[in-house]
Nanobody, 125 residues
Framework: QVQLVESGGGLVEAGGPLRLPCAAS????????MGWFRQAPGKVREFVAG????????RYANSVKGRFTISRDSAKNAVQLQMNSLKPEDTAVYYC??????????????????WGQGTQVTVSS
């Protein structure tokens, strides 16, 4: 089992930054990829960014490229999402996720095995 705990959500003005940490515990040695998804009210959960635990290759949704950065701290079993130039359309519940089997950085929800409880990000205009 892997447990994921997100933090760092909150209210921020448009154009501002916010950082979302995610701490992993349990059988962390089995994690291949960690990612971030988000879900706005009335919308499906969508991929935001992902990073391979070994090698550090990353992948981003087109909507956040150039604004968001995902990074990992292997020693602390943690990943973080640095969000800059936030827009009101970035408002959503953000979820940290972990995949145990993958040859790349998956973008589909069902390819991830464990999920955090989510943290709310609200961007005011």
């Amino acid at each position: 089992q892997v447990q994921l705990v997100e933090s760092g959500g909150g209210l921020v003005e448009a154009g501002g930054p916010l950082r979302l940490p995610c701490a992993a515990s349990g059988r962390t040695f089995s994690i291949i990829v960690m990612g971030w998804f988000r879900q706005a009210p009335g919308k499906v959960r969508e991929f935001v960014a992902g990073i391979r635990w070994s090698g550090g290759s990353t992948r981003y949704a087109n909507s956040v490229k150039g604004r968001f950065t995902i990074s990992r701290d292997s020693a602390k079993n943690a990943v973080q999402l640095q969000m800059n130039s936030l827009k009101p359309e970035d408002t959503a519940v953000y979820y940290c996720a972990a995949a145990l089997i993958s040859l790349s950085v998956p973008t589909r929800r069902h390819e991830y095995d464990y999920w955090g409880q989510g943290t709310q990000v609200t961007v005011s205009s």
